[in-house]
C-alpha cells in the first residue's frame, strides 16, 4: 500500500473519530448546527489535501478543530455578514484560535465534552419528532452518512435527508440553546436522549421491516454513542443502566441466527456462542449503575433482567421467578401493556402457561397492542403449551400477518405449521 493510501486510511479513521466534538465545537462557536457540519467537512477537506504531504499531525483532532475555525472566520469575512455579528461571533473566533503550534501540543479545547454533551442533548431535543431525532443523532453524532442511515431503517435517501434538513431548521428557528439543560428539564432530555440511543439499538437488534433479522451495525453504533455519554455523564445511573442493558443483549448476537439466517429462540440459543467479554461489560457496568444509589430506573431493571439470563449457562438455569419480580418493579416504574406482556411470558415459565394466559387476556384489547405482533405471538406460543393448537395456529398466523420482517414471519409461520 503507498504512503498517500496509508494516509488517507488515516484520515477516515481520524474522521471517524473526531467528528462529532468537532462538530460540536464547531456549533458552540458559530452556533448554526448546518454552518457547523459544513466547516467540519471544509476542514476534513484541508486534511485531506494537506496530510498526505505533510504527515498526519501528532494531534489530529485539534489540527481539525483549529482548520475549522480558520474556515469559521473566512467564512464571515468573506460574506459580508453584519458588523454586529461579525463583531459577536467572528471577532470571538479570531481572538479563540491560538498559535496554531501550541494548538496541536495542547489538543483540543478543555470544552469539547461539555460540546459534544451540548450536541447529544440538542441533536435529541423533544421538540423533533422521534424518527428526526433518531436521524440527527445519527448523523451528528454516530457519523453515518445519509445514505448509510436510509440503508439501515430502508428509506428512501431522500426521505431520510429532508429528515435532517428539517430537524436542523427546527432547531435553527425555534432558537434551541445550545446548552445540557438543568434540573427537571435535564432529567426530561436525558429520558429523550437514552430513549434515541434505545430506539437506535432496538431497531438493530431486532429490525422492524426487511430481509435481515438484525442490523449489527445499528447495534455497534448506539452502544458506541453510550458508552460516550457514559464517559460525559459518569454519575448518572441510567446512562450506565442503559449501555448495560445494550451489551448484556448484543453479547446473545452470535446465536440469535442459525446458519440460514432464521431467528433462534433465547432458550434454544447455543450459549457457548454468547459473547462472555462483553457479558463482562454488561454486568460490571450494572453493577456500576447499582452502586451510585437512588431507586433504580427502566433500563437499570431491565439491565438487571438481561443480567439474568446472561447468568444462566443453561437454559434450565435461568431464574424466571426473579425476571417475573423484576417485571413487577419495572410495571410500577414505568407502566406499560408491553412491560406486562413480557411479565406474562416470565410468569409462564416460572409458574406455567396456565397462570400466563389469563394475564396476557387481560390485555388482549389494549389500543396499544392491537397491531402489535408480538401479543398474538406470546399468547400463541402459550395456547400451543395448554395443547389448544387450533386456537395458537390462528394467533401465529395474525402475528406472521402483521410483522413486517420477512425472518419473523417466516419463523411464525413455521410455528403455525406446527399447530396446524
Known amino acids: 500500500m503507498s504512503d498517500r493510501s496509508e494516509t488517507e486510511r488515516a484520515i477516515t479513521t481520524v474522521w471517524r473519530t473526531e467528528q462529532a466534538r468537532l462538530i460540536a465545537g464547531l456549533t458552540r462557536q458559530v452556533r448554526d448546527i448546518s454552518l457547523a457540519e459544513e466547516l467540519a467537512q471544509e476542514a476534513l477537506m484541508a486534511a485531506l489535501r494537506t496530510w498526505p504531504g ?4 501528532r494531534n489530529p483532532g485539534a489540527w481539525l478543530m483549529q482548520a475549522g475555525k480558520r474556515k469559521a ?10 458588523a454586529g455579528k461579525l463583531e459577536e461571533i467572528g471577532r470571538a473566533l479570531e481572538d479563540d484560535v491560538p498559535d496554531a503550534e501550541a494548538a496541536l501540543h495542547e489538543g483540543l479545547d478543555d470544552d469539547v465534552g461539555d460540546d459534544l454533551l451540548r450536541l447529544i442533548f440538542t441533536s435529541c431535543h423533544p421538540i423533533l419528532p422521534a424518527e428526526s431525532r433518531v436521524a440527527l443523532t445519527l448523523r451528528l453524532i ?31 428557528d425555534a432558537g434551541v440553546p445550545f446548552e445540557v439543560p438543568r434540573g427537571a428539564e435535564r432529567e426530561e432530555r436525558l429520558a429523550s436522549v437514552l430513549g434515541v440511543l434505545y430506539l437506535i439499538f432496538n431497531e438493530g437488534y431486532s429490525a422492524t421491516a426487511g430481509e435481515d433479522w438484525m442490523r449489527p451495525q445499528l447495534c455497534e453504533e448506539a452502544m458506541r454513542m453510550g458508552r460516550i455519554l457514559a464517559g460525559l455523564m459518569p454519575d448518572e445511573p441510567e446512562v450506565h443502566g442503559l449501555l448495560a442493558l445494550m ?6 448476537s452470535a446465536a440469535r441466527t442459525d446458519a440460514s439466517g432464521a431467528p433462534v429462540l433465547l432458550l434454544d440459543q447455543n450459549r457457548a456462542l454468547w459473547d462472555q467479554l462483553m457479558i463482562r461489560r454488561g454486568l460490571d457496568g450494572l453493577t456500576h449503575a447499582q452502586r451510585l444509589g437512588g431507586a433504580m ?6 439491565a438487571a433482567i438481561a443480567a439474568c439470563h446472561a447468568r444462566a449457562r443453561r437454559a434450565e438455569n435461568t431464574d424466571w421467578d426473579q425476571i417475573a419480580a423484576i417485571y413487577d418493579l ?7 401493556p408491553v412491560i406486562a406482556l413480557n411479565r406474562a411470558v416470565a410468569v409462564s415459565m416460572a409458574k406455567g402457561p396456565q397462570a400466563a394466559l389469563p394475564l396476557v387476556d387481560a390485555i388482549r384489547d389494549e389500543p396499544a397492542l392491537k397491531n402489535y405482533y408480538l401479543l398474538y405471538g406470546v399468547r400463541g406460543d ?7 393448537h387450533s386456537e395458537a395456529n390462528l394467533e401465529f398466523r ?3 400477518e402483521l410483522t413486517r420482517n420477512a425472518r419473523e414471519r417466516s419463523f411464525l409461520l413455521g410455528r403455525a405449521e406446527e399447530t396446524a
Open 54 to 57: 505533510t504527515g498526519v499531525p
Open 142 to 172: 454516530g457519523g453515518l452518512t445519509t445514505e448509510e442511515i436510509a440503508r439501515a431503517f430502508l428509506a428512501n435517501d431522500t426521505t431520510i435527508g429532508q429528515r435532517i434538513v428539517r430537524a436542523k431548521r427546527t432547531i435553527a
Open 73 to 82: 472566520i473566512d467564512y464571515f469575512r468573506h460574506r459580508k455578514m453584519a
Open 297 to 302: 430506573g427502566p433500563y437499570t431493571l431491565q
Open 398 to 400: 395474525r402475528a406472521a
Open 247 to 252: 451489551e448484556l443483549q448484543h453479547s446473545r
Open 330 to 336: 419495572l410495571n410500577q416504574v414505568t407502566p406499560s
Open 382 to 388: 402459550i395456547l400451543r403449551k395448554l395443547g389448544r
